[in-house]
């Protein structure tokens, strides 16, 4: 079974700091891909960066970064230059290749602090 | 991306009663996927739903509970029948595009029951 573990419940941040959200994950299964969501207070869920396990560099988009340890097990998502707008729940999953079911963290609500 | 259509986007609804929920997407998709998201809470995958097959449920959810109809391959619908206040949470449906990408969700329907 796959587990997502989320350890930081809350965030408050300065804006215009950057902020890295933890996540660390736990499968047996060699092929697999990391995902990091963004959740406004409106309940959307919006895709903001993808992780596979064999990829070797680190996945980058915009702003958002993924720092991928694979031995740690671990894949936390990097906010540069943290906007008001960041303001959110933000959700690590998983999803084991083969397998079409995504598990999710616990999330991190951050607070961007004018 | 795809573009999800989901309705209604919130409802206040009577205990005892049903809900049915919408999701429209733009291109045709092999898999759709419900979940729910309780107060607070994280994602749990309900059931995965195939054209033209019955969905296939996760631990804990019933069709009975959680009837699902996948008419085409554009198109689901999740009742929630015979409702409690414990039904009282976010409702999403999600698909993937292509195997093994990101999922993309809907706007999500915030249901209270009173």
């Known amino acids: 079974a796959q587990k997502i573990t989320q350890t930081q419940p809350g965030m408050f941040v300065q804006e215009k700091e950057a902020v890295t959200l933890d996540c660390t994950y736990d499968?047996?299964?060699?092929?697999?891909?990391l995902f990091w969501y963004k959740q406004p207070s409106s309940g959307e869920m919006i895709f903001l960066i993808y992780?596979?396990?064999?990829?070797?560099q680190n996945a980058t988009e915009g702003r958002y970064s993924l720092n991928f340890q694979k031995a740690r097990k671990s894949a936390n998502l990097v906010i540069s230059a943290s906007q008001l707008g960041d303001s959110a729940m933000y959700f690590c999953?998983?999803?084991?290749?083969?397998?079409?079911?995504?598990?999710f963290g616990t999330g991190t609500r951050l607070t961007i602090i004018p | 991306s795809a573009v999800i259509s989901q309705k209604p986007s919130r409802d206040i609804c009577q205990r005892g009663t049903s809900l049915t929920i919408q999701c429209q997407v733009d291109?045709?998709?092999?898999?759709m996927f419900w979940y729910r998201q309780q107060p607070g809470q994280s994602l749990t995958l309900i059931a995965t739903?195939?054209?033209?097959?019955?969905?296939?449920?996760e631990s804990g959810f019933v069709i009975d509970k959680f009837p699902i109809s996948r008419p085409n391959l554009t198109f689901s619908t999740l009742t929630v029948s015979n409702m409690s206040p414990e039904d009282s949470s976010i409702y999403l449906c999600?698909?993937?595009?292509?195997?093994?990408?990101?999922?993309?969700f809907g706007q999500g329907t915030r249901l209270t029951v009173v």
């Open positions: 999600s698909v993937e595009r292509w195997v093994n990408t990101e999922a993309f």
């Open positions: 499968t047996s299964d060699p092929s697999y891909g």
């Open positions: 291109s045709q998709v092999t898999m």
């Open positions: 999953a998983m999803r084991v290749f083969g397998n079409e079911k995504l598990t």
């Open positions: 992780q596979g396990s064999y990829d070797q």
């Open positions: 739903a195939n054209q033209g097959s019955e969905a296939t449920y």
